[in-house]
């Protein structure tokens, strides 16, 4: 079938089943899907399937329909069966066929924009522009919980002003998941909204001109450059009509009049242009902000002889009606964005009288940019006059296809992070939830985990005896969610790294995701998002991402990211920072690394502590593979019941974890600096064990002097730090055995008082 005829028919079914060597016999049904009537295209293919279901032909039709129908779990079934069926030559095109469509058809990236009534006059023609690529959706915000509920349905959140919408969706969880854009104009730049915004959570900030940004970027240094840019709005420009003009007497000025647009000057520049020649006339289209300037006006204009030179028209509904008999427009600002009505006019061919405000000549040409009263009557008595040069001014810098063009780039960037990785029959994932008398959080909890796109998931929650009503909440999800499996303890172990082991003696899925009842997931991608990197990467044991931090009301409480680390590098960091732990284990594991491998989550059964810590230094010792998804995955909730609040069972792992490290790897990787090998046994030995113990001194010194025993008395405190003094002790002790020439050094660090 030849190029031409195939795209002269615009039937991308044809064309697919051309491209697997099969032709189009349905004459019925092609009539059906010609006119678009899915429905009933897809009830005769069903048929047709019933009485030759292996038929790839059928098969690939069918899935074409279902797509068009939105049906992406049917169409991948569909597709598949097809694959057996088509012959071998022609599987991978096939394959490239399905997943070219599924890119565009199964899920657009979704923008949803918020802003106040009445003050998206700039807004809409960006949303209407959009609308043709994109789900859109415009909120005009009443109510600040419309942001929270927008944010869970969006890929992109556009927040046309930097006002307390920006600074509410900033920091609702969230946040930092999503892409945020924010359009900043003149009039917030000057306002408090700047300091109190998330900039954190903020991908993208939009400034109507260069000055602007330059001067927020001054005031406002949580925002950094290289998320900001500079995209004027637009003029439509076939909606003002253009003409060559001529030097005339009519000068129109369009706006509010208010300080901000300097009304003193505008009086005072065309008084001197009346004084010179009493032919001009000044038109305004626009009204007083308050009384106060209505009165002052009233009065200098007949103080000044003005009464039968100054025309007030009002606010008008046709700019492009209202600037035919005009030759110039007058602007008097203090500061400009732009000046919409100015560049309005230059479209028509109107030349602009500009005022020198702060960052005119980054705007304007300067050929049309006045300081002083005697320039502007000079500018136009005596200046120039080129319609066309105003026109296409405009053009080159200021049309709304320039505008809508950068948009539309900087969206399409945005867009790439959220698009749908399709693939084939998705293996099943266990999420591994464990619960002890969390039922203030389970529901978000659950309903985070139910919520994710991704289609092939079992649910499998663990309880500690639980003695709140976490359990009656679990049974009646499981009323109409089957596959939500529980596990419940016939008593409180108080172990969380036990729980973590039976999840994945009992997990069904080839992935197990691992959660606590208490936290929950941030966005409805984070599962997709974690299996793409498994899809990309081959061999991947555990994936892992950035925590977002909330509060026990479940807001914003700041970020929590990590790195990619080395495998010798994680085990010093690790050891540096005092047992703490640098890579959460809080992420996906491919299930078969513990279930295949004889692993077990629980490194030292005899004590089960500091399990995430330990599974990750044993893991590293194992040479698992781990990759680092830059994103939040994980909505980590700060109470009193997380064990980093709990500062005795925190201490005790860590002793554990720094104990553990000193047996499983050698001194050379936690104590680079050191020269080893130059070193004899015993100096070796007794160098060790005292860098050891001024390492748990130090972290003493640390604990006793920090926030997390701010809130203990003396004694309190002096219990707290012990077992770190204790360990001290022991590791000065072995390196007293080996050699005793750390003795001084050792008296000297004992002399110091922590308390």
């Known amino acids: 079938m030849c190029l031409t005829r195939r795209f002269q028919m615009d039937n991308e079914l044809e064309y697919l089943l051309d491209s697997v060597g099969l032709s189009w016999r349905e004459t019925e049904i092609s009539q059906l899907i010609f006119h678009h009537k899915w429905h009933d295209a897809a009830q005769k293919l069903e048929e047709k399937l019933k009485a030759a279901p292996f038929d790839p032909g059928l098969l690939i039709s069918a899935a074409f329909v279902c797509e068009k129908k939105q049906q992406a779990q049917r169409?991948?079934?569909?597709?598949?069966?097809?694959?057996?069926?088509?012959?071998?030559?022609?599987?991978?095109?096939?394959?490239?066929?399905?997943?070219d469509l599924f890119k565009k058809m199964v899920r657009r990236p979704k923008i949803i924009f918020f802003v106040k009534p009445d003050l998206d006059r700039f807004l809409n023609s960006v949303v209407e522009h959009l609308s043709g690529t994109y789900r859109t959706k415009k909120i005009v915000v009443h109510d600040l919980n419309q942001i929270d509920a927008g944010m869970q349905w969006a890929d992109i959140c556009w927040f046309e002003w930097c006002d307390d919408l920006l600074i509410h969706g900033s920091k609702v969880p969230s946040a930092a998941a999503k892409t945020l854009i924010c359009r900043l104009h003149s009039y917030e730049a000057f306002t408090f909204y700047i300091k109190k915004v998330y900039w954190q959570a903020v991908d993208q900030v939009i400034f109507d001109g260069e000055h602007l940004r330059e001067y927020v970027l001054d005031q406002v240094k949580a925002l950094k450059k290289e998320k900001t840019a500079v995209v004027p709005n637009g003029i439509k420009l076939d909606q003002y009509t253009f003409k060559q003009r001529q030097k005339g007497f009519h000068i129109a000025y369009v706006g509010y009049i208010n300080y901000k647009k300097g009304p003193m000057l505008l009086l005072q520049a065309f008084k001197a242009l009346i004084d010179k020649d009493p032919r001009y006339k000044l038109f305004i289209a626009g009204t007083f902000q308050d009384a106060r300037y209505q009165l002052y006006f009233?009065?200098?204009?007949?103080?000044?002889?003005?009464?039968?030179?100054?025309?007030?028209?009002?606010?008008?509904?046709?700019?492009?009606?209202?600037?035919?008999?005009?030759?110039?427009?007058?602007?008097?600002?203090?500061?400009?964005?732009?000046?919409?009505?100015?560049?309005?006019?230059?479209?028509?061919?109107?030349?602009?009288?500009?005022?020198?405000?702060?960052?005119?000549?980054?705007?304007?040409?300067?050929?049309?940019?006045?300081?002083?009263?005697?320039?502007?009557?000079?500018?136009?008595?005596?200046?120039?006059?080129?319609?066309?040069?105003?026109?296409?001014?405009?053009?080159?810098?200021?049309?709304?296809?320039?505008?809508?063009?950068?948009?539309?780039?900087?969206?399409?960037?945005?867009?790439?992070?959220?698009?749908?990785?399709?693939?084939?029959?998705?293996?099943?994932?266990?999420?591994?939830?464990i619960n002890y008398n969390y039922s203030n959080f389970i529901d978000e909890c659950l309903q985070s985990v139910l919520n994710q796109l991704y289609p092939n998931i079992d649910i499998l929650i663990v309880d500690d005896h639980s003695t709140?009503?976490?359990?009656?909440?679990?049974?009646?999800?499981?009323?109409?969610?089957?596959?939500?499996?529980?596990?419940?303890?016939?008593?409180?172990?108080?172990?969380?790294?036990?729980?973590?082991?039976?999840?994945?003696?009992?997990?069904?899925?080839?992935?197990?995701?691992?959660?606590?009842?208490?936290?929950?997931?941030?966005?409805?991608?984070?599962?997709?998002?974690?299996?793409?990197?498994?899809?990309?990467?081959?061999?991947?044991?555990?994936?892992?991402?950035?925590?977002?931090?909330?509060?026990?009301?479940?807001?914003?409480?700041?970020?929590?990211?990590?790195?990619?680390?080395?495998?010798?590098?994680?085990?010093?960091?690790?050891?540096?920072?005092?047992?703490?732990?640098?890579?959460?284990?809080?992420?996906?594991?491919?299930?078969?690394?513990?279930?295949?491998?004889?692993?077990?989550?629980?490194?030292?059964?005899?004590?089960?502590?500091?399990?995430?810590?330990?599974?990750?230094?044993?893991?590293?010792?194992?040479?698992?593979?781990?990759?680092?998804?830059?994103?939040?995955?994980?909505?980590?909730?700060?109470?009193?019941?997380?064990?980093?609040?709990?500062?005795?069972?925190?201490?005790?792992?860590?002793?554990?974890?720094?104990?553990?490290?000193?047996?499983?790897?050698?001194?050379?990787?936690?104590?680079?600096?050191?020269?080893?090998?130059?070193?004899?046994?015993?100096?070796?030995?007794?160098?060790?064990?005292?860098?050891?113990?001024?390492?748990?001194?130090?972290?003493?010194?640390?604990?006793?002097?920090?926030?997390?025993?701010?809130?203990?008395?003396?004694?309190?405190?002096?219990?707290?730090?012990?077992?770190?003094?204790?360990?001290?002790?022991?590791?000065?002790?072995?390196?007293?055995?080996?050699?005793?020439?750390?003795?001084?050094?050792?008296?000297?660090?004992?002399?110091?008082?922590?308390?």
Not at 78 to 92: C, G, I, S, T, W
Not at 388 to 406: A, T, V, W
Not at 503 to 522: N, R, T
Not at 644 to 649: D, E, G, R, V
């Open 75 to 99: 169409a991948s079934e569909l597709y598949d069966d097809a694959l057996l069926f088509v012959r071998r030559e022609h599987r991978p095109r096939l394959m490239k066929e399905k997943e």
């Open 298 to 433: 009233k009065q200098m204009i007949d103080e000044l002889r003005l009464t039968d030179s100054v025309q007030f028209d009002g606010w008008q509904d046709d700019m492009n009606q209202y600037l035919e008999d005009k030759h110039y427009l007058i602007c008097t600002s203090l500061l400009e964005s732009q000046h919409m009505s100015a560049m309005e006019a230059m479209a028509k061919g109107i030349k602009p009288l500009i005022h020198n405000f702060y960052g005119a000549k980054t705007i304007y040409d300067e050929s049309v940019v006045w300081n002083t009263i005697d320039e502007f009557v000079a500018m136009i008595t005596s200046g120039d006059y080129t319609s066309l040069h105003y026109r296409s001014f405009i053009e080159e810098h200021y049309s709304y296809d320039l505008s809508m063009r950068k948009i539309e780039e900087m969206i399409s960037g945005f867009a790439k992070q959220s698009e749908l990785t399709v693939m084939p029959n998705p293996p099943l994932i266990t999420v591994g939830i």
């Open 468 to 755: 709140d009503d976490s359990m009656q909440k679990i049974s009646s999800y499981q009323k109409t969610h089957p596959h939500i499996r529980t596990i419940c303890h016939s008593e409180n172990t108080k172990l969380p790294d036990l729980a973590f082991k039976e999840i994945f003696q009992e997990a069904k899925g080839e992935y197990v995701l691992l959660l606590s009842a208490d936290d929950f997931l941030p966005h409805n991608l984070v599962i997709h998002d974690f299996m793409q990197c498994f899809f990309e990467e081959e061999g991947l044991d555990y994936v892992y991402g950035d925590l977002l931090l909330v509060d026990q009301h479940g807001k914003n409480a700041g970020l929590w990211t990590y790195q990619e680390y080395g495998d010798e590098e994680l085990v010093r960091t690790i050891f540096q920072r005092g047992g703490s732990g640098i890579v959460p284990m809080v992420g996906m594991f491919k299930a078969s690394y513990y279930q295949q491998k004889g692993f077990t989550w629980l490194v030292d059964p005899q004590k089960p502590l500091a399990g995430d810590v330990l599974n990750c230094l044993a893991n590293t010792k194992r040479g698992w593979k781990r990759r680092y998804l830059k994103k939040p995955v994980l909505c980590y909730r700060r109470h009193q019941k997380n064990i980093s609040y709990q500062l005795h069972k925190r201490i005790q792992s860590l002793v554990y974890v720094m104990d553990y490290i000193v047996k499983e790897f050698d001194e050379s990787v936690y104590f680079p600096h050191i020269k080893w090998k130059e070193l004899e046994e015993n100096q070796r030995q007794s160098l060790k064990y005292f860098s050891i113990g001024k390492t748990f001194w130090r972290m003493a010194r640390r604990y006793a002097q920090n926030g997390y025993t701010r809130h203990l008395d003396q004694d309190a405190k002096k219990e707290c730090i012990q077992p770190l003094l204790d360990k001290m002790d022991e590791y000065f002790q072995l390196s007293l055995a080996s050699d005793n020439q750390y003795e001084r050094y050792m008296k000297n660090i004992k002399k110091i008082q922590l308390i």
